[in-house]
């Protein structure tokens, strides 16, 4: 472990300088939903990768350009790094206590928009890239980058990208953009996404607002429409009414439940960090809750908008309403069949004046916790953090994953600086300077033994 | 109608001084839900009435004030005439054609937020004053103003005043704060008005906004809860399904069934003008359809807001819904009686969560179409409009003319300078100037035959 010890005193020594990186990374917005700064962004990650030999392509989609990086090593393997330089929206801008894109630093944490989710991962990632070349002058294994811009708004044109540019993207391995530790802090090895389908519903019933006093009566009201219509999709058992919306679903087998069973009870910290008062379908804790949290689909209101929504009152009749509405998916789910089931039914319901826009979607995907690569990234965590990776064999949130799992057949694993306060898509999201030379220790082993094997 | 023939000269001769007048009171901003403006308004219509040799007071509530004007004129019968300073919010600002609060005048009419509801009804009658105290030296009768500055927001504190001051606002009859023509040019008596229930209905289901990806399939979602509740207020099918919601509804007489069916059809002006594409309940238009609109009591949407509502997607889950609602009501149901049922039914349907917070209301309240008054008003109309009034037993809108009618039990009447167009509650609001002239001219044939009455 000589040479270990050599890179973890270089990582050490060279935590500020990598924090003052990352810090100017954050300091360029990325709002994929609001389409503000992207190129200027791909460009300052390309300029990064160029920085360690990394030969690169910014490669133009129909949206956001994909970064491309690579860079031989010493062995024939090749590992695929996939990140995002897109950030969410930082509203609302009252609820951060530092602005958003202006990092600030205070007790081991730097705040801004993206410090977590995802720059810090890519940064770090860059810093053990640093450490291994400081050290053998070369790199262990071929490295590539695939970092896109439009992971927060779905990644609606990397299913295309990775399609076409399969030969590109060929690997042995594939690490994925986020992972950290939980609130005990064990590493934790995700190794299933969700899938999404988001949609924007809207209705328009008139070319105007109207007097709510002409119209009360007699007039359809584009608000009320909407509100029939999402009731017509969900009740308040919480069961789906989407007919066939259910039936690819594969329940969690025994092996997925013992998983699941051995992790830690998250009820009260829910309750605590979110302040929800209760969970639904009389849920209290315990494996069901863990099970519920991530192997059921959903259909989730994100956002409501309709008529009049300032101070006091407004007697006005709104021609317009709409809702933003995320599906998230499990296997075998699949967001362009929820996307026709969803048309079918509000048409059977009598809501075919309800229009559905899609904003992007993709299928859920899980890699088989058996894979040698998962063995391996489970023990090379231990000397880092003090004890092996925890397996999860599915998580809640979503990514486009089935297209390294599905399309490059690659295993995909989870490694990174999270942790359960972060607040990813929040106001104050933040990440810890710990963990985050933790991740990057952790990437040195990865690839080293990745390198070796 | 020697002397009509000199003060419709007067009137005549008068008008650009009196719509320059108008536009200094346009040009003040009174918006009550958005408390711009309203003790400056005030102040403003206080000074044009004491110009007029009114004695004035304005009086304080708990609220905007009050503007209080007498004047004793040569009969010993008083006239009280009601009016309300403030306006309607101006957004959304960016469908004006010209500033709310900057009057333009076009094409023969005056746009401006307020210029027909309802400062271009105040001025109008001071117009018509100046020209009697111009043949006469004095009124022909005693008037009295009460212009209040909460209107549009329910009249919140009226009823505290009209009850607080019942000996001063005492009078023999009571003008209302608008009238005007119908699509035909025919001037209209509106005799009743429902009332109103406005509430807000809001949830809080976290403390903050959670990931959609965390807590889709186990946390509470303020917007469903919010859409559950009030798909539980009314369904699909329109009927509102708080128990004992109808049981107080009077249903309209046949003598309402007359004037109603003597009434114009409406349909087509109605798709046309709002660009409404059908009517509720499988209305086509006809007698039906106006009775619906005035004699149904309403629960209507009037906004909605939660979660994300920016461009593009946010994957969200909304901590908190709210959404503004109104209730239309119709004889003899009451609002606060409303607001009681409202929360049982909440309550048994399991949105103990859903808080109510009471924005206004005020109960319906019709006059008797026989009454001596109704007649005076009616026939002293044909002179100016060429033919006589045509009796509305009930509108849809609401104000608080059941304490005029019950309360200083009055009899009340509508006049006024409105049309079809003006755009009352939406952008480019509008008042034609023939028919503010027609209004001033119709004010002084009833002041002058009720003082002679």
């Not at 409501?304 to 499990?330: E, I, N």
């Not at 059977?348 to 299928?363: A, C, K, S, T």
């Not at 231990?382 to 399309?407: A, D, K, N, T």
């Amino acid at each position: 472990m000589e040479g270990f010890a050599h890179i973890n005193n270089y990582l050490d020594t060279h935590l500020d300088k990598s924090i003052n990186e990352l810090s100017r990374l954050v300091a360029q917005p990325s709002v994929s939903a609001q389409n503000w700064g992207l190129p200027e962004c791909a460009d300052l990650v390309a300029d990064m990768l160029h920085a360690r030999g990394f030969d690169i392509q910014i490669m133009t989609t129909d949206g956001a350009p994909v970064v491309f990086a690579e860079r031989s090593g010493r062995s024939d393997r090749t590992m695929l790094i996939y990140n995002h330089y897109d950030v969410q929206p930082p509203e609302p801008l009252d609820l951060w206590d530092s602005p958003p894109f202006e990092p600030s630093l205070r007790d081991g944490k730097l705040y801004g928009r993206g410090v977590a989710d995802d720059k810090g991962p890519i940064v770090s990632r860059l810093l053990a890239i640093d450490a291994l070349l400081e050290q053998d002058g070369e790199l262990p294994c071929n490295i590539k980058f695939i970092i896109e811009g439009e992971e927060e708004t779905s990644s609606v044109h990397l299913h295309d990208f990775v399609e076409q540019n399969q030969e590109l993207l060929a690997a042995d391995a594939c690490i994925w953009e986020f992972g950290g530790v939980d609130h005990r802090e064990t590493p934790m090895q995700y190794l299933g996404l969700r899938g999404i389908c988001y949609v924007e519903l809207s209705v328009e019933t008139a070319k105007v607002d109207t007097h709510s006093g002409t119209g009360g009566s007699i007039f359809p009201n584009a608000a009320w429409r909407l509100v029939w219509a999402l009731r017509s999709l969900k009740g308040s058992d919480g069961r789906i009414r989407i007919p066939g919306f259910y039936d690819p679903v594969i329940q969690p087998s025994p092996r997925d439940r013992q998983y699941m069973a051995a992790l830690p009870e998250v009820a009260d910290e829910f309750k605590e960090r979110f302040g929800v008062k209760y969970f639904l379908k009389g849920l209290t804790g315990g494996v069901d809750l863990r099970i519920a949290e991530v192997f059921e689909p959903t259909c989730t209101i994100c956002g409501l908008t309709s008529g009049y929504q300032g101070p006091g009152s407004k007697t006005v009749l709104p021609a317009r309403a709409s809702a933003k509405v995320d599906f998230r998916l499990v296997p075998d789910q699949h967001p362009l069949e929820i996307l026709d089931q969803l048309r079918i039914h509000l048409d059977n319901q009598g809501f075919d004046d309800v229009q559905i826009e899609y904003l992007g979607g993709e299928p859920p995907a899980r890699t088989d916790p058996d894979d040698p690569f998962v063995k391996l990234v489970v023990e090379t965590a231990e000397p880092v953090y003090s004890r092996p990776m925890q397996i999860v064999p599915m998580v809640g949130g979503s990514g486009p994953s089935y297209l390294f799992v599905h399309l490059l057949k690659l295993p995909v694993v989870t490694a990174g600086p999270g942790y359960p306060g972060s607040l990813a898509h929040a106001p104050n999201e933040n990440l810890r300077l710990d963990l985050y030379l933790k991740h990057a220790k952790h990437m040195v082993h990865i690839l080293k033994a990745f390198g070796e094997a």
